[in-house]
């Protein structure tokens, strides 16, 4: 099993302000990685798939990058309604597994 | 636009059964792989099951292999996730989901496995 691990598992950002959240493979996944948002009550919805294309609808200030083993996951302008936890999941190879998710809170 | 609806979580003992469903509307149902994703109270996100759009292949968490037992019917297009001797750490909000990047989520059906 591809054992997904993420950092940091809480990230404090002013709005306006950058947040970099990273996710490591255990193996390579090639580019097979997707990052979900998930805020209170809901629930998850693809923000990237395929390490750095935007899923529909998605804003732009959202990037994904990487491929192998480390990916990023960017947002370059902080807003109100990203505050939320993020997770990233491998669909490389069976069983699908996800990070534990960072939790990004405002400062 | 794209609508999963799950239905059929509830309350029921360690060592029971369940059956779980996940309506589909919006798509081309039979052209999508489909999965189960959990989530226990205040916990992160446990891939569960996953089934090709034919319903011939099927894969599963070491977790629920052998208890639980993904199926659809794409004359209907619905998922189901029949569950056997649930236990306590079975206890979850279910989420269906479409397609191996999970492009759509419903908005889950809860399972609490207690005594």
């Known amino acids: 099993e591809i054992v997904m691990t993420q950092s940091p598992a809480t990230l404090s950002v002013s709005p306006g302000e950058r947040a970099t959240l990273s996710c490591r493979a255990s193996?390579?996944?090639?580019?097979?990685l997707a990052w979900y948002q998930q805020k209170p009550g809901q629930a998850p919805r693809l923000l990237i798939y395929?390490?750095?294309t935007w899923a529909t609808g998605i804003p732009a200030r959202f990037s994904g990058s990487g491929s192998g083993t480390e990916f990023t996951l960017t947002i370059s302008s902080l807003q109100s309604e990203d505050f939320a936890v993020y997770f990233c999941?491998?669909?490389?190879?069976?069983?699908?597994?996800f990070g534990q998710g960072t939790k990004l809170e405002i400062k | 636009e794209v609508q999963l609806l799950e239905s059929g979580g509830g309350l029921v003992q360690p060592g029971g059964s369940l059956r779980l469903s996940c309506e589909a509307s919006?798509?081309?149902?039979?052209?999508?792989?489909m999965y189960w994703v959990r989530q226990a109270p205040g916990k992160g996100l446990d891939w569960v099951s996953a089934?090709?759009?034919?319903?011939?292949?099927?894969y599963y968490a070491d977790s629920v292999k052998g208890r639980f037992t993904i199926s659809r019917d794409n004359s209907r297009n619905t998922l189901y996730l029949q569950m056997y001797n649930l236990k306590a750490e079975d206890t979850a909000l279910y989420y269906c989901?479409?397609?191996?990047?999970?492009?759509?989520w419903g908005q889950g059906t809860l399972v609490t496995v207690s005594s």
């Open positions: 989901a479409r397609g191996g990047s999970l492009l759509d």
């Open positions: 919006g798509f081309t149902f039979s052209s999508y792989g």
């Open positions: 193996q390579s996944v090639s580019n097979n």
């Open positions: 999941q491998q669909y490389n190879n069976w069983p699908r597994t």
């Open positions: 395929g390490a750095s």
């Open positions: 089934i090709g759009g034919g319903g011939i292949d099927t």
